[in-house]
């Protein structure tokens, strides 16, 4: 009985720290400013929360439904895949937004004398079992020598010598249509976030 309650006390833990960084760092805002809307059901800012709680606690949704009363958002697995599927939120944009706080709030903490930097990796991110994975490419390994099936990813990151906090990405396929293994979705509609990116 008492690993039961320790667990306990460890998730709830967890949950408050969890929300006390989206209170601090308004999250909820980054996701209007995302365009992250509410449809029906529970707001885009209660499923991003509880996304990211059964991350520091170790489950999966399967996992928290099963628990029961326990679950944080109760019988709405359909809600969270509807909303990881929704192609109008700009993900780019929301994880700008927060990491601009964070870098802020971390910047104020450091001395005036250490120097803070942007920094732009180029790295390969190897899929060799991605056949269907849409624009995936054959790619070049510079580290290597050798092509691969995968995407080049490009990151911008912030770091003060001590603390490296990401601030957009993109996953890069080949221009060339011979190197590609499968094309766009047609019908993903090309005005949206999903379709531009």
């Not at 509880?50 to 628990?67: E, K, T």
Request: aromatic share 14%; with cysteine.
């Amino acid at each position: 009985m008492n690993t039961i309650s320790e667990n306990m006390a460890f998730e709830q833990e967890f949950i408050s720290s969890v929300k006390s960084f989206f209170t601090r760092f308004s999250v909820g805002s980054a996701l209007k400013q995302a365009n992250a809307y509410k449809n029906r059901g529970y707001s885009p800012f209660s499923i991003v929360l509880y996304l990211v709680q059964l991350v520091f606690m170790g489950l999966g949704m399967y996992r928290d439904s099963v628990c029961g009363e326990k679950s944080i958002i109760k019988k709405s697995r359909d809600a969270v895949y509807r909303f990881m599927r929704c192609s109008h939120i700009n993900w780019n944009t929301f994880l700008f937004c927060v990491a601009i706080n964070v870098c802020a709030w971390t910047d104020a903490l450091t001395s005036d004398e250490r120097m803070s930097a942007m920094v732009i990796d180029d790295t390969m991110n190897h899929r060799p079992f991605g056949k269907k994975v849409e624009l995936i490419s054959r790619v070049y390994d510079h580290s290597d020598k050798k092509y691969k099936r995968g995407f080049r990813s490009l990151f911008l990151g912030w770091t003060d010598g001590a603390t490296f906090l990401p601030l957009a990405f993109r996953h890069m396929s080949s221009s060339d249509k011979k190197n590609r293994y499968r094309e766009s979705d047609d019908r993903t509609d090309s005005r949206t976030c999903g379709g531009r990116a």
